[in-house]
Structures are given as structure tokens and as C-alpha cells.
């Protein structure tokens, strides 16, 4: 059999199409695999400190590539998924701006919830469980800079999109309602990035990113949307910056001074929703006009609900699942 034009009707255990609990799966397993080797595998084994630039770059680009590169090349090509499926198609300008436009009150609204749940969490004296992968530097070089803003920004944003509203919304069966599609891929966005703090503002910002992927059908918008709401974080930065918990835990301590950040989250985040719901509602407006009811032939619609969700779904939840107590200490 010819590798390169395999037929999944000829592999055993293979669907005769690209399933959400195939998807899930292959990327939940690799994930999973990395996170025991970086999370258990000694500090002393590798050439390089986990938590330097270098570090940080080799374990994010690998889970990037294997969980989400690679199933989007395999899988397209494997069962033949059609580009329009994966990419969509064009919404025309006013979706673009209107991508970009939402970008700016939504980068100020992450930015303001993740500070005040890290205050609430302090406050609540709940313990708090670091990312599985950071990093630590003080190289203020260019080419260090840059490879932090390829690594840390332009690549997980790229290949997200690519993965969750791509290739994960083309496995959707018709018979899905667009409010669980946007539900699913926001909630396996946020397990995937494992990240304790931030899995609610991360489930929240995949339900929005849904939401233009959805409304538009076209992959490029919420990427607009990410690269508008990074350019408006660094805009802001020195007005509201993303506190870490090392950041908050000195701030907290400051029995007096430390209201201040809390005061300008709560300031950011009313601003922003004014202007986040008229741009909002323009995006609704035009949902109607782009979302797909006739872009699928009978035979790859990707079968019935039922057949989406087979024991590789729930297996690659218990992946995902054994990635989080690792990262808990459960």
C-alpha cells in the first residue's frame, strides 16, 4: 500500500473519516507524553535549563508541532479534507476589520480577568499551580526578543487556529449546533495550553475566537483577532501589565499599594466591555450570511454526532486528564 496516498478504509481501527475523538486523541497522547518527559525527566538531563529561552522554545515548539502541525498535515491529507473546510471561506472586508476591531477590547478583558482571579485566588489563600512551561530571562538582546515573540506569540497563534478552528471545526458533523461546536473546541483550547490560572479566561477566549471562526468561516479572523489583541497588549503594558505569581504574591503582600492593579483591571475590563459589545453585535449581524449549510457532500460530512464521539474521544480525555494531575501534584 502506498503510504503516501493511504486510504483509511484499508487501516484498522482507522474511521472512514477525520473524527473529533481522532483528533482529540492523537493530540491529547503526544501532549501528554511530552508533558511526563519535561515534568519527570531530571533537570540535569537535558543540555539546557526547562525554565531558559531555550528551553522553553524546544518543549513549546514540539508540543506545537506534534500536537498540532502534524495532525492537521496527516489528517488532511490522509482523508483528503477539502482546504475550504479547514481555511473557510472569503467573509469579505468587513469581517476582517471587524476581527481586528474586537481584538483590542478583548486583549484588555484577558488581561484584566487573569489579574483579578490571581488577586482572588491569593486572597482565598487557594494554592496556585505554575504553567507547565515558562521561562526566565534577562537576555534583552534582538535575536532573543525575537525568538521570544516567534516562540511565545507568532507560532502558538498560527498553528492554534490552524488546529482548533481549523482542522477540529472541519471534523464537525452537520448535525452539530454552532454554540457546541464553539463550546468543544474552547474547552479542549484551554485544556491543551495547561495553564491553571488561566484555563477560565483561556476557555472564554476560545469561545470568542468560536464564536469569529464560526460567524465568519474563515480561519484568518480570529487570527486577526489574536494579532490585534497582542498589538493592544503591548500597547498597554506599562498601564496594565500581565502579572505572573511571583508579581502578584509581592504585590499582595504590599498591604496598601497593591490595590492599584486591582483598581485598574476593574477600570479595563468595564471600559472594554462597552466597547466590546457594539463590535460584538456588527459581528452577529453578519453570522447569518457566512456560515455553511451547503459546503459539505454527502460523503464526507464526517458522519453522525454519535460516531464523532467513539472510544478515541474519551480516551484522549483521559490524556488530557493525566497531563493536569501531573501539573496539579493531584
Avoid at 506534534?66 to 475550504?84: A, D, G, H, N, S
Avoid at 478583548?106 to 507547565?132: E, I, T, Y
Avoid at 454552532?178 to 491553571?196: C, D, K, N, T, V
Amino acid at each position: 500500500m502506498d503510504k503516501d496516498n493511504a486510504n483509511p478504509d484499508e487501516i484498522p481501527l482507522l474511521p472512514k473519516t477525520c473524527t473529533i475523538g481522532l483528533i482529540v486523541c492523537v493530540c491529547a497522547f503526544f501532549s501528554t507524553v511530552l508533558t511526563l518527559v519535561w515534568l519527570l525527566v531530571p533537570a540535569s538531563a537535558f543540555p539546557f535549563s526547562k525554565t531558559s529561552v531555550i528551553g522553553y522554545t524546544v518543549i513549546n515548539l514540539s508540543r506545537l508541532i506534534l500536537c498540532l502541525l502534524l495532525p492537521v498535515i496527516v489528517f488532511t491529507k490522509m482523508f483528503r479534507i477539502p482546504e475550504t473546510k479547514i481555511l473557510g471561506t472569503n467573509p469579505g472586508m468587513g469581517a476582517f476589520l471587524l476581527s481586528l476591531l474586537i481584538g483590542c477590547p478583548a486583549s484588555l478583558m484577558f488581561v484584566s480577568l487573569h489579574n483579578l482571579l490571581l488577586r482572588l485566588f491569593l486572597v482565598k489563600g487557594l494554592s496556585l499551580a505554575q504553567p507547565a512551561f515558562s521561562f526566565v530571562s534577562d537576555d534583552a538582546s534582538i535575536e532573543s526578543r525575537m525568538l521570544v515573540f516567534a516562540v511565545v506569540f507568532l507560532i502558538p497563534i498560527l498553528l492554534q487556529e490552524l488546529f482548533f478552528r481549523g482542522l477540529l471545526f472541519s471534523a464537525f458533523p452537520r448535525g452539530m449546533a454552532g454554540y457546541q461546536r464553539i463550546l468543544l473546541s474552547a474547552f479542549f483550547f484551554s485544556i491543551f495550553l495547561l495553564s491553571p490560572v488561566d484555563f477560565i479566561p483561556f476557555f472564554l477566549l476560545g469561545i470568542l475566537l468560536g464564536y469569529i471562526r464560526h460567524a465568519t468561516n474563515n480561519i484568518l479572523c480570529p487570527i486577526i483577532t489574536q494579532s490585534a489583541m497582542l498589538a493592544t497588549y503591548f500597547l498597554f503594558a506599562r498601564i496594565l501589565p500581565f502579572m505572573d505569581l511571583s508579581e502578584a504574591g509581592n504585590s499582595f503582600h504590599l498591604t496598601n499599594s497593591n490595590l492599584t492593579s486591582e483598581y485598574t483591571a476593574i477600570t479595563a475590563l468595564v471600559i472594554s466591555l462597552l466597547a466590546f459589545v457594539p463590535v460584538m453585535a456588527q459581528i452577529r449581524m453578519i453570522a447569518g450570511d457566512n456560515v455553511p449549510d451547503a459546503d459539505l457532500s454527502e460523503d464526507d460530512s464526517a458522519g453522525s454526532i454519535r460516531e464523532q464521539f467513539g472510544w478515541s474521544f474519551w480516551l484522549g480525555l483521559l490524556f488530557f486528564a493525566a497531563s493536569w494531575v501531573l501539573l496539579l501534584g493531584i
